[in-house]
């Protein structure tokens, strides 16, 4: 069965801990940081939506990038528009038919094909609000991943 790697980080304390490791150059050093390790020191962080780096959500990176490039709001509604349009296309010509189904725990009907494909008329995604930057980005629901129109609940938009 096939099984996701989700990176999974150890505790600030730990993370602290091992950086400390490298500069021990002593036995006794070395011992006494062993002796310093607690039991929470060994809780993993959950996996987060944020880039690990920066904390930054991908929504804020793109909404921070398409005001460094200059790129309109209408202009990411219409590549966004396209970008369905033509893999709704390939899907009902049969090119997406490498992917293999996936029984979700709690769903009675496997998936069976991408259900991240929306079209939807650029009218309607112009109504949207920014996802991000409020009041003033332009990364929406509708312009940007499949994960922020779950997360953001576009399907009753669309």
């Known amino acids: 069965m096939w099984r996701c790697r989700i990176?999974?980080?150890h505790s600030r304390k730990m993370r602290s801990l091992m950086l400390r490791a490298n500069k021990a150059k002593t036995a006794g050093q070395k011992l006494a940081l062993l002796a310093s390790i607690r039991p929470d020191f060994l809780v993993p962080e959950l996996p987060a939506v944020a880039e690990f780096s920066s904390g930054?959500?991908?929504g804020h990176s793109a909404d921070r990038l398409a005001?460094?490039?200059?790129?309109?709001?209408?202009?990411?509604d219409e590549f966004a528009v396209r970008s369905h349009t033509l893999a709704k296309q390939?899907?009902?010509k049969g090119y997406l038919t490498d992917l293999i189904p996936v029984q979700v725990p709690g769903s009675t009907k496997p998936i069976t094909h991408d259900n991240g494909v929306r079209v939807s008329p650029i009218e309607r995604m112009a109504t949207l609000k920014p996802a991000f930057i409020k009041p003033h980005g332009t990364v929406t629901a509708a312009n940007s991943s499949f994960l922020v129109s779950k997360i953001k609940n576009i399907d009753r938009f669309l």
């Open 56 to 58: 930054e959500t991908m």
């Open 7 to 9: 990176p999974i980080r």
């Open 67 to 76: 005001a460094a490039f200059g790129a309109i709001r209408m202009e990411q």
């Open 90 to 92: 390939a899907q009902d």
